[in-house]
């Protein structure tokens, strides 16, 4: 019995995978083979969509759509608030005599025109000049999710300014696949027509019990705790950690499959994480693009199954003191349209050369842009694990683990790695050995870790988009491998490989100082990294200012990925960003405090003495000195916290009246977020004294450990 129900369930997830998206299947179906075929030279290609091509589509579109019980379409972007956006349409079309029918065109697919007036442009579009268009991102497959067709697009102003994360994404890959193919096919891989950059994002969240939630503010408004006393276990016992999966959260994680499934999101693994009721899922990679619109829609995903539930699903990057929080690892990597990982050192000589120089390359691009590397990561949420004792520092620095070490070494050195007979090869990589992941992701705390056939840069924070981290990695490689191209430009292909021995060499001698295969969380490396020039950016004010150094500039607009105007008014969102979200904090905290806490330390303060007090009266020998400790603790907290929460409103207001949104960032920085620590811990400490029945929120024990 049970055997046979397995069977049925195993059987039908191949039907259930991708029936809401409107997949190569689908086209092949629905279009006419002319249609289908120059839709598909678009989509790998990235050519030009007639408009007839587009008219097509749509028709198709619309009937699968409206078949599948979809009656509305919608543009779907990501505008620099770091959600989603939509817009819904129906389909419906009056054709006279009060009937309709379902319509949609190929100028409907193709271009959209939101008013954009109320998604931040950093000073990009005047008001004026409100509207933006959205235009369809056809390598990004639509999909139905609400009675609504989705149709993946970017979004950009009239003057053609990207106000997304996807136009620059889409341009970073643009260049990298440029500057790639020009390189293999130097060095004579001449099949190579596009390089796309994959991205594998593996995803950490905790869930929370839904009724609990809603009693705290701080959850509500910040998506983190603002204070709160230590349970009394944390994740010392690292038993969480792989542990088995509890049955509620088990269906909640079957749920989230199926829905993410249905959308053709290839969820694939899922586990606890080493924090209590913190949990980690992780898809099958794909196309960047793609890999970052699935992340954002398993965003939203995971917040709506667990709403189903009876569940919430945090996805700050420190939701709780004490114990881990919550990031995201990117895996990236390049493929070829023949299908080659070309961070994969392959097994023939000619494969070796090529992967050194695509390894070095990545090298090269991450120490030369590690600023930006750290600024693609930033945010407030994540300024709160960065540099924390538990995940990656805000130091950028490359695991490579002790073998390749020792290729390079031996690159550079002239030693030649492994000292062996059959060395044929100048560049040592003839006897490369493949590298199995089990050798090479054994360091945890490394924020950029090779592994195996790709990198690991796992510095994100669990909330933001995937976008901007890849966006620059592509960018930064694709200058690398510029650079490279010019140095071994017009080398006669018998002395290519001489010359790519000799390119590694300086190359290693010029960048080793970012490879780190040692323990990233100790403090020697704080010291050691400032040592070697490396970049340590441990805030988000900190870091932001070097997005708009002169090298950085130049590297985006060289590559045509931002004009400079754009880098501009993105580093005035960001730094915006970060103001709000801390004005939002502090706000909360006085709140939270003055009416739910407050009046519980004063209430239970006036029970502990009128207690001590009825104490004396019934025998005036009984000593009341613990009651009168704990009275004078509670009350001390009280005034410390009420002159507290004062202090806090003037370092905010002195914050917000100085000039400059960089001098108001660096002022919550430093003096807000200060004061909101000092009165997280007193809080603490206060909370560690009341029974839980007497706070008029849940505890840290009943959050954490409730499910
Ligand atoms: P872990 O890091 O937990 O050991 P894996 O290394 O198996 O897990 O995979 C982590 C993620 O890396 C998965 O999402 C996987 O699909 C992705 N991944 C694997 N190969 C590539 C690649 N070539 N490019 C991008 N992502 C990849
Ligand atoms: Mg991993």
Same mark, same amino acid.
């Given at each position: ?7 049925e ?5 191949p ?42 589509v749509?028709?198709?579109?619309k ?24 817009k ?35 000073g990009?579009r ?9 235009a ?8 139905i999710?609400?009675? %609504?067709?989705?149709?993946?697009t ?12 996807k ?23 001449t ?7 994959t991205?594998?994002p ?12 809603k009693?705290r ?6 998506g ?12 010392e ?40 009721a ?21 965003m939203?995903i995971?917040?709506?199954v ?9 996805l ?27 961070l ?9 050369i ?9 090298i ?10 750290r ?9 709160h ?12 620095s490359?695991?490579?683990g ?6 390079l ?9 492994g ?8 560049t ?11 050798n ?50 017009? %080398? ?10 000799e ?40 870091c ?16 045509h ?26 706000r ?20 502990v ?32 916290? %009420?002159?507290?929460?004062?202090e ?29 620590e ?30």
């Amino acid at each position: 019995m049970t055997h046979e129900l397995t069977k049925e369930i195993t059987t039908e997830i191949p039907t259930l995978y991708g029936s809401l998206v409107f997949n190569d299947k689908v086209m092949r179906n629905k279009l006419p083979k002319d249609m289908y075929k120059a839709l598909r030279k678009t989509i790998e290609n990235g050519t030009h969509l007639e408009l007839d091509v587009a008219n097509s589509v749509a028709v198709a579109m619309k009937e699968w759509a409206v078949e599948n019980g979809a009656t509305h379409f919608t543009h779907w972007f990501q505008p620099m608030t770091g959600f989603t956006a939509e817009k819904h349409d129906s389909f419906i079309t009056p054709v006279g005599d009060g009937e309709v029918i379902m319509d949609f065109s190929g100028k409907e697919l193709v271009k959209g025109e939101p008013d954009a007036s109320s998604f931040p442009s950093g000073g990009l579009r005047a008001t004026f000049e409100a509207r933006g268009y959205t235009a369809w991102d056809p390598t990004s497959p639509a999909f139905i999710k609400d009675k %609504t067709l989705y149709i993946p697009t970017a979004f950009c102003s009239y003057g053609g300014q990207a106000l997304d994360k996807k136009t620059p994404l889409l341009r970073s890959m643009e260049a990298l696949s440029n500057s790639a193919v020009k390189m293999l096919h130097l060095l004579g891989n001449t099949g190579v027509t596009r390089v796309s950059t994959t991205v594998g994002p593996e995803q950490e969240y905790f869930l929370v019990d839904k009724e609990l939630y809603k009693k705290r503010k701080d959850l509500i408004f910040c998506g983190r705790t603002l204070f709160g006393a230590a349970a009394p276990k944390g994740q010392e016992m690292e038993d969480h950690y792989f542990g088995s999966i509890k049955s509620k959260v088990s269906a909640y994680m079957h749920d989230l499959d199926e829905e993410l499934w249905k959308l053709g999101i290839p969820a694939k693994t899922k586990h606890n994480e080493v924090a209590p009721a913190q949990h980690e899922l992780a898809p099958i990679f794909d196309t960047a693009n793609v890999a970052v619109d699935h992340n954002q829609l398993t965003m939203e995903i995971m917040k709506k199954v667990a709403d189903k539930h009876g569940l919430v699903c945090l996805l700050h990057e420190k939701p709780f003191e004490g114990i881990n929080g919550s990031g995201k690892h990117n895996n990236w990597s390049m493929t070829t349209n023949e299908g080659v990982n070309l961070l994969d050192p392959g097994s023939t000589p000619a494969e070796n050369i090529q992967f050194l120089v695509f390894l070095m390359a990545v090298i090269k691009a991450v120490d030369e842009y590690a600023d930006l590397m750290r600024v693609s990561a930033t945010s407030a949420g994540n300024d709160h694990r960065l540099g924390g004792n538990e995940a990656p520092p805000a130091i950028v620095s490359i695991f490579l683990g002790d073998e390749l070490t020792a290729v390079l070494n031996s690159i550079e050195n002239d030693t030649y790695f492994g000292k062996q007979e059959k060395i044929q090869l100048e560049t040592g990589a003839h006897v490369l050995p493949h590298f199995f992941k089990d050798n090479t992701d054994r360091n945890r705390t490394s924020p950029f870790a090779f592994t195996g056939n790709k990198f690991e840069f796992r510095m994100l924070g669990s909330s933001a988009s995937v976008s901007n981290p890849n966006m620059v990695l592509n960018t930064a490689v694709a200058e690398a491998l510029d650079q490279f191209y010019k140095e071994l430009e017009g %080398t006669k292909p018998e002395d290519l490989e001489h010359a790519v021995h000799e390119l590694v060499k300086r190359a290693i001698k010029k960048h080793k100082r970012v490879i780190f295969n040692g323990n990233g969380y100790t403090d020697e490396w704080v010291t050691e990294a400032t040592a070697r020039g490396l970049y340590n950016l441990p805030s988000t004010p900190d870091c932001l200012p070097r997005f708009i150094a002169d090298k950085n500039v130049e590297l985006f607009t060289k590559h045509h990925i931002f004009t400079k105007e754009e880098i501009l008014s993105r580093y005035e969102i960001l730094l915006e960003n970060y103001v709000k979200t801390l004005g939002i904090e502090a706000r909360t905290l006085e709140e939270m405090l003055t009416k739910d806490f407050l009046p519980a330390v004063s209430t239970y303060a006036g029970e502990v003495a009128a207690s001590a007090s009825s104490k004396r009266t019934f025998l005036p020998t009984l000593s009341t000195a613990t009651e009168e400790a704990l009275v004078t603790s509670l009350s001390n907290a009280y005034t410390s916290l %009420t002159a507290g929460i004062s202090e806090l409103k003037a370092l905010t207001a002195s914050a917000d009246s100085l000039e400059g949104m960089q001098a108001i960032a660096d002022s919550y920085h430093k003096d807000v977020l200060t004061k909101m620590e000092e009165l997280r811990l007193i809080a603490n400490e206060a909370e560690a004294l009341i029974p839980d029945s007497k706070l008029p929120y849940p505890t840290y024990d009943q959050l954490l450990f409730s499910l």
